[in-house]
């Protein structure tokens, strides 16, 4: 996939602010520490369009992003690590569930997880409602750079154990390693295979 254009659209709290153009849509979600807004930047090929933060939980609305006219990066609420009172993690944590559940133009999500830290519940919550909702997932593995081989195959080994990975995407926005790999993964989404039936508006009480 080749990058042509890439722009800001819209930050998004509620439905009713969602873009809507009907154009297909690729989420992206994970903690808030992961480089979800590096890894946008490195594959869209952009120093500054998504905003980078020392500072964990900086992503705190939906944000869509519009790829050669073409199709949405939509970068979700990070969750975990962010020092916010509890009430705005839970509502972060809705924002993320209704785009999953409502959206009907999602085709696929790209979930976000930094190889060096270990995963728990909140990764498998999501595994679990991107299944509810019969969203197909690939995980993405970031900050690579910083393991070495030996130590990323172990790491890999011990992630494998407690998460569903299947076929990860290793990627680094410092060397651009997974750049390629993440480009047909995202392309397989948009105009592949992927997409079975989706469950649209359900819920645990339906």
């Not at 006219?69 to 009430?87: I, R």
């Not at 972060?92 to 270990?118: C, F, H, P, Q, S």
Request: hydrophobic share 40%; charged share 25%; proline share 4%.
């Amino acid at each position: 996939m080749k990058i042509k254009s890439a722009e800001f659209i819209t930050s998004a709290v509620k439905p009713a602010q969602w873009p809507k153009d009907g154009l297909p849509e690729v989420a992206l979600i994970g903690r808030s520490n992961v480089g979800k807004s590096s890894l946008i930047n490195c594959f869209l090929n952009r120093k500054n369009l998504a905003k980078t933060s020392s500072t964990p939980g900086k992503t705190r609305m939906v944000n869509f992003y519009r790829v050669n006219g073409e199709f949405h990066l939509v970068d979700l609420p990070g969750f975990g690590y962010a020092k916010v009172p509890l009430s705005e993690k839970k509502n972060w944590e809705e924002m993320v569930e209704t785009y999953l559940g409502e959206r009907a133009n999602i085709k696929g999500a790209l979930l976000i997880l930094d190889a060096r830290r270990d995963a728990g519940d909140a990764e498998l919550m999501v595994y679990d409602w991107l299944e509810r909702f019969r969203v197909p997932v690939i995980t993405v593995f970031t900050k690579v750079d910083k393991l070495s081989k030996n130590q990323l195959s172990a790491r890999l080994r011990s992630l494998k154990a407690v998460i569903p990975v299947e076929d990860p995407v290793l990627f680094s926005s410092v060397t651009g390693a997974g750049k390629v790999a993440l480009s047909k993964k995202i392309q397989e989404f948009l105009f592949g295979d992927y997409m079975i039936d989706r469950v649209i508006g359900v819920t645990d009480s339906e």
